[in-house]
């Protein structure tokens, strides 16, 4: 047994024990984090996919030494735990036996976007982190997070690409149903219980890490616009109020998380240099580091050095600022500005080629894959927790008292805007559109027409703009407006039958004609028709308030100054607007 296999020695000298074993190929492949698939019966997958990675699970594991991934979608909680103990294998049969360290995107809410989020599926429903900021209760944030937590455990992830902690200040911006709105004191008090539910007071084998995004504030985005396409690169700070996005940050460090994700935006006009934020120095090592004093380990976002195909379609490198430079250049730089590991990336030959040269010392990656190793003997990984087991992942993922505070916390947060007719009583007939007609037959007798009813329930989405790359129509961007000839039909219900209106906000919807004659009208953030319907009854309690304010026109956002929060011109509802039932 050498050193670093036993369990009994201090961490500190097993990781300086394997750190020097490692050749220099092996230490290369630990500064990668990439995606990998499962096939549908919980097997590794052995084809190479296009249209995702060109290697294999073997290949990236055993000859390229990567030992970081995170599961693009997956299956049921057997066949994930089952997947997971074959990929930890795989790795136990390479020359030192590095586990690997099993990553997710958020995957306990409704927003299904392969670049962002999963849809619940088998885990625990609860709503988007806006609407546990509607709610705004530390000790639910706490509760669900380790929800998560025991969820994630059981089926083998062991790092949260999450929270997400940007303040949602420009309202066009497609990432703001994973942010705890624009509020930055309630998005400090959030965090701290999400780190402290995922990971516990310090990182341990009971833990998941916490990788907390977007450093240093992803929410004023110039136009509105998201920075995994070209066109949405820039970030600016017209509003002066750079320093108030860093706040969720302090709050994030000092309740201890272990990773932290810089963004892709490149800052415009201040005085840090205009290079995306993995890139930029000044901002990680800089601010991250030296200044605020985060020590754990930084992890660039996803495809900052190489090219990708995605769907189909090739997409650029978001190297914003460093389009010029080689891959080579590219990661060097990035070394350099003090990043650790690089999301989305499977090219170890690069980091291997810049030690050959000279460019990148020995010393500096030796640095990286220190903070990585450690945290992966922290967490248990290389002892008893390198495996899990399939039928207790069964019993846990989605266990009924986790789906039963997941269902709470939806009704919780839906948000009463106007109130109108609500509670309803007794047995109407009911008009539906957008709601399950069998869910809705549990409150009244559902009709055919908006004529024959007493009451209608019209669910509706925030407004977005159609984009024709398939990857981006995922980020819901551009207008927020009710257009012709959809807000013509919904007027000419709301004129048929008194509605109650109930919209989903991943972004703050323009609904002043909406809001004028709904005869009442409510925000979800996910939000099951069960849920939807027992609040509308008064058989459960909404809390919700809203997490940012609504604008009353597009001129109104488009004035507005996007890192500063709820800046646009007599809203329709303010931030903080929700009433009792």
Not at 98 to 127: C, E, K, M, Q, Y
Request: charged share 25%; aromatic share 8%.
């Amino acid at each position: 047994m050498h050193p670093y296999q036993d369990a009994g020695r201090p961490v500190d000298e097993r990781v300086e024990d394997l750190l020097s074993r490692m050749t220099p190929e092996e230490k290369a492949g630990q500064l990668f984090h990439t995606i990998l698939t499962m096939n549908p019966d919980g097997t590794p997958v052995t084809e190479p996919d296009d249209s995702l990675a060109r290697f294999t699970t073997p290949e990236l594991i055993a000859g390229r030494g990567l030992s970081h991934f995170n599961l693009l979608g997956g299956h049921g909680a057997r066949e994930m735990a089952r997947w997971h103990n074959a990929i930890q294998e795989i790795a136990a049969d390479t020359r030192l036996g590095i586990p690997v360290s099993l990553s997710t995107d958020p995957r306990h809410a409704f927003t299904d976007n392969i670049g962002a989020s999963f849809n619940a599926g088998a885990f625990s429903a609860w709503p988007e982190a806006l609407g546990l900021a509607a709610i705004g209760d530390p000790e639910l944030v706490h509760r669900f997070a380790d929800t998560v937590r025991r969820e994630y455990l059981s089926v083998g992830f062991r790092t949260a690409l999450h929270p997400q902690i940007d303040l949602a200040t420009e309202p066009r911006w497609s990432r703001q149903s994973g942010t705890f709105g624009s509020d930055a004191k309630l998005t400090c008090e959030l965090v701290e219980a999400y780190v402290r539910g995922l990971q516990g007071e310090t990182l341990g084998p009971d833990s998941v890490a916490a990788m907390v995004k977007h450093f240093p504030g992803g929410g004023p985005q110039k136009d509105g616009e998201d920075p995994h396409f070209a066109h949405g690169k820039e970030q600016v700070y017209p509003g002066g109020m750079r320093e108030h996005h860093l706040e969720p940050f302090k709050a994030a460090i000092a309740a201890g998380c272990s990773q932290m994700m810089p963004y892709y935006g490149q800052p415009i006009g201040t005085d840090w240099e205009e290079v995306g934020f993995g890139f930029n120095r000044g901002v990680i090592t800089g601010l991250l580091r030296e200044e605020l004093g985060f020590g754990g380990i930084v992890c660039a976002d996803w495809g900052l050095l190489t090219d990708s195909v995605i769907f189909g379609e090739r997409h650029e490198a978001r190297a914003w600022g460093v389009e010029h430079l080689s891959t080579a250049e590219r990661a060097a730089k990035a070394l350099d500005a003090g990043v650790d590991q690089f999301g989305g990336e499977q090219c170890p030959e690069v980091i291997v080629g810049l030690m050959a040269t000279g460019r990148i010392p020995e010393s500096r990656v030796d640095a990286s894959v220190r903070r990585l190793l450690r945290e992966k003997f922290l967490l248990g990984l290389f002892d008893h927790r390198r495996y899990v087991d399939p039928d207790e992942a069964a019993e846990t993922v989605g266990r009924a008292d986790f789906t039963a505070a997941g269902a709470a916390a939806q009704r919780r947060s839906l948000t009463v805007l106007t109130d109108g007719p609500l509670p309803v009583t007794g047995s109407p007939r009911l008009y539906v559109d957008g709601v399950d007609t069998t869910v809705a037959g549990a409150y009244g007798e559902v009709v055919a027409t908006p004529e024959e009813a007493d009451l209608a329930v019209l669910r509706l989405h925030t407004p977005y703009e159609e984009r024709p790359n398939r990857f981006e129509s995922f980020f819901h961007s551009g207008t927020l407006a009710f257009e012709e000839p959809e807000l013509g039909r919904i007027l000419t219900l709301l004129a048929t039958v008194p509605t109650v209106v109930c919209v989903n906000l991943e972004r703050p919807a323009v609904l002043p004609e909406i809001a004028a004659h709904a005869a009442a009208l409510l925000a979800d953030y996910g939000a099951s028709d069960d849920a939807l319907l027992d609040v509308l009854f008064g058989r459960a309690r909404p809390e919700g308030r809203l997490p940012f304010e609504l604008p009353r026109s597009m001129d109104a956002v488009r004035a507005a100054r996007p890192d500063v929060p709820n800046d646009t011109v007599d809203p329709v509802f303010p931030h903080g607007h929700g009433l009792e039932l």
